[in-house]
């Protein structure tokens, strides 16, 4: 009993990710612990914003929560390092992700928020991992600390620089994720920073997201598909707007979670945080799960007080 309890704090999934396939999310940082607080973090307001690394999870504890996970026999495209906040936080990255790598070959992404690549440590313990998805989501230090709101010692061109020495360094993948804002930064002017940015650098793949989870500033807008395949093409072929989910995807979820969640906004409005300790699930677990059930026009949200509640429509 004890373990399925440590396994629900740690592990979640295998979810299905519009990029990964079914990934299995590993959560190397406690709720909200990030260097960023996004304008747009689906998450909410980052509660400990910091750039100290150090062990918040151990390594001890994750490493056979994974072999478990693993031993299950799921359908798992990818192992996905995120979770809660910035990842590379984490001071343990590197061993985990040596760890992981001993025990399968499943392939490996880290989705980090790139603001600690500046930092030689950081990059040589992501070197292992198979795929790297970092975030820019501007091109210059004014829309930087207007969207991502970043940690006061965190600089801009550093972080560009480390984006920079890590495509040097790394010889797997590297994505780059893109959110993009209406009215804060897509503009053209934007868009051309951007484009010298990622010509300069180099990246195997660019994704565009805009905000389609419930953001954390509820005044932002997502941009419209047109905007954004208008901006797809500004940045050419290696780009991409992230996909929704594959049809098969979604037919392969698990429904009898799905149907939990649906009886629980039946009965009354509930928050993230409310379906996630009823149900014992991961909050990035619940967040797909409400992704899709809105696109199946199944819930309604709404904001009260403050926080985001979601009802059954
Ligand atoms: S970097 Fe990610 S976790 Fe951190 S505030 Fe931004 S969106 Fe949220």
């Not at 990934?23 to 689906?42: A, E, M, N, R």
């Not at 698990?254 to 409310?274: H, Q, Y």
């Amino acid at each position: 009993m004890t373990e399925i309890k440590d396994m629900q704090k740690y592990i979640y999934g295998p979810v299905p990710s519009r990029r990964l396939g079914f990934s299995l999310g590993v959560d190397l940082v406690p709720y909200k612990t990030c260097s960023f607080d996004c304008i747009y973090c689906q998450l909410g307001v980052t509660t400990n914003q910091t750039i100290e690394r150090k062990e918040y999870v151990k390594r001890d504890n994750i490493l056979p929560q994974v072999k478990e996970a693993i031993s299950l026999n799921q359908k798992i495209d990818y192992i996905t390092l995120s979770g809660s906040g910035e990842p590379a936080l984490n001071s343990a990255i590197g061993e985990i992700i040596l760890g992981i790598k001993k025990l399968t070959k499943i392939p490996l992404a880290v989705l980090t928020n790139g603001s600690l690549l500046y930092d030689r440590t950081v990059r040589k313990e992501l070197l292992p991992a198979d795929l790297v998805i970092p975030s820019l989501d501007a091109a210059d230090l004014e829309t930087f600390n207007l969207v991502n709101r970043p940690h006061a010692s965190l600089n801009f061109d550093e972080i560009i620089l480390g984006l920079k020495d890590f495509r040097h360094e790394f010889k797997g993948k590297i994505w780059l994720e893109i959110m993009l804002i209406k009215g804060i930064n897509a503009s053209s002017q934007e868009i051309e920073h951007f484009k010298s940015i990622i010509s300069e650098i180099g990246f195997d793949k660019v994704q565009l997201n805009t905000v389609i989870r419930p953001p954390t500033e509820k005044s932002i807008s997502p941009l419209t598909p047109i905007e954004l395949e208008k901006i797809k093409n500004a940045f050419g072929e290696n780009c991409e707007i992230i996909p929704e989910f594959k049809k098969k995807l979604q037919k392969a979820y698990p429904i009898a979670m799905e149907n939990r969640i649906i009886e629980l906004v039946k009965r009354r409005p509930v928050t993230l945080s409310d379906i996630s300790d009823s149900l014992g699930i991961h909050r990035n677990e619940v967040i797909k799960y409400l992704e899709i059930l809105k696109k199946e026009s199944k819930i309604k949200t709404y904001n009260y007080g403050g926080r985001r509640y979601y009802e059954y429509k």
